[in-house]
């Protein structure tokens, strides 16, 4: 919330005068809003505040499903329909979102803005959407380019460091540093999984939150690890059926080592997921010499694994 916030405050204060509901606007007194409009928007009185996230599935009258990512409730009786994007926005994308909104607001009865964080668009952006004659809605798009990555990583690998609190924005860019520049996407991936378990002060729902987000990034950067470092599918000839298993057995296998074994580090996660691998593929029926050239253990050691487990 802190990041939309921002974002409203320095590219569009003009918005919060549509994204707030008008009963929020009516506990001012105007001669208050007339005097001095742009500081009071920076103000910290014109801030979203996070109340609870709302259910992210729900299914219309006509029976029709709606999946948003992050829908959540504010204290300002607002609701916010926060969505994630890795592409552009077409015409079709649009029209959900737009759908997205109708619906949460006859679910909720509230006003719901739709805010979608974007790995493509390099500019924030307000993004308006006529989807006929007479209706016509209203997207905040928030680029991740546009945030600094360099500065995040080194603002948090600092106070982590020094044992420093970090402030919920600063979580929020730190876990969002990876898709900030897709260049240097590998390294901040390594940075934040080696790092992770450094951060001060977070509750037990804060981290179950947090370590879901870190196991998405930890999936993608480890299955290349694996592939690379330690064998991979290539090493074997396998049957259709059998890819599309030895890869559900790596996504598995992963999660769950680096799930065991991230507090000691990165490294030690693979080394347990692999471990992992190699045993499921075994109880799979792979033979013991395609486990050995898949996973890049030596077929002692899988033997030894298995008879452990």
């Known amino acids: 919330m802190d990041i939309v916030n921002d974002v409203i405050a320095e590219n569009f204060p003009e ?5 707030y509901p008008k009963a929020f606007w009516n506990t001012f007194p105007q001669e208050i809003l007339n005097a001095c409009p742009d500081d009071l928007m920076k103000s910290d009185l014109f801030r979203f505040n996070f109340k609870q996230k709302l259910e992210s599935e729900f299914f219309t009258k006509d029976g029709k499903r709606f999946i948003p990512d992050c829908p959540f409730d504010t204290f300002e009786d607002l609701v916010i329909g926060l969505e994630f994007q890795s592409s552009r926005l077409d015409y079709k994308r649009k029209t959900v979102f737009y759908e997205y909104q109708a619906n949460l607001h006859f679910k909720h009865k509230k006003d719901v803005r739709m805010v979608v964080f974007s790995t493509v668009h390099t500019k924030h952006k307000l993004f ?3 989807v006929g004659p007479c209706e016509e809605f209203t997207m905040l798009i928030i680029s991740l380019k546009a945030l600094n990555q360099k500065q995040t990583l080194n603002n948090s690998l600092y106070k982590i460091r020094n044992k420093f609190r970090l402030s919920d924005k600063e979580k929020a860019l730190f ?8 260049k240097n996407k590998a390294e901040a991936i390594n940075v934040l999984l080696n790092n992770f378990y450094g951060i001060k002060d977070i509750s037990h729902e804060e981290y179950e939150d947090m370590i879901k987000i870190v196991l998405i990034y930890a ?3 480890c299955y290349k690890e694996v592939e690379n470092s330690y064998g991979g599918s290539d090493m074997v000839v396998l049957t259709p059926g059998a890819q599309k298993l030895y890869e559900r057995l790596v996504n598995e296998g992963i999660e769950q080592g680096i799930e065991q074994g991230i507090e000691q580090g990165i490294e030690q996660g693979i080394e347990q997921g692999i471990d992992i691998i190699a045993v499921n593929m075994i ?5 013991l010499e395609d486990t050995s050239r898949a996973t890049g253990l030596p077929k002692a050691k899988i033997a030894q694994l298995c008879k452990s487990k």
Not at 15 to 19: G, H, K, P, S, Y
Not at 175 to 182: E, I, K, N, R, V
Not at 283 to 287: D, H, V
């Open 15 to 19: 918005l919060i005068m549509d994204f």
């Open 128 to 130: 308006r959407h006529r």
């Open 175 to 182: 876990l969002a540093s990876p898709m900030m520049d897709s």
């Open 219 to 221: 999936n993608k950067w």
């Open 283 to 287: 109880k799979e029926g792979f033979s």
